[in-house]
């Protein structure tokens, strides 16, 4: 998980996972780049505070920004940085929950960010 983008991945077509577990090692190999993780993380972080602010406010407004900040920043980090298509497009389920287990991990301080 060094600095630079990766290609060896880019074959694998994510739909070929049958489980979760099997889908997060390729899931991090095309989080390889390290800005491409933080910008994950920032747009994770700020994600969160989107929905701490939807729940005090009451205001749905706060549920779209969340969701800007959150796609916005990891498709700049995919498109910018990584040079790959995020996984999203073809495995919504599996990238949302690798996005929340990466950002844990980077917490835990088993990835570097």
């Not at 880019?10 to 390729?26: G, N």
């Not at 995020?86 to 960010?113: E, N, Q, V």
Request: with cysteine; net charge positive.
């Amino acid at each position: 998980m060094d600095g630079t983008a990766s290609t060896a991945t880019t074959a694998v077509d994510p739909r070929s996972f049958s489980s979760f577990a099997a889908f997060y090692p390729f899931y991090l190999a095309e989080h390889s780049n390290r800005t491409c993780r933080r910008l994950h993380f920032v747009g994770s972080s700020l994600s969160l505070a989107c929905l701490a602010l939807l729940l005090v406010t009451g205001s749905a407004w706060w549920l779209l920004v969340g969701l800007l900040c959150g796609y916005g920043f990891a498709w700049v980090g995919h498109f910018g940085y990584e040079k790959n298509k995020p996984a999203s497009f073809k495995r919504p389920l599996y990238s949302f929950m690798g996005d929340w287990t990466m950002y844990k991990d980077i917490w835990l301080g088993k990835i570097p960010l």
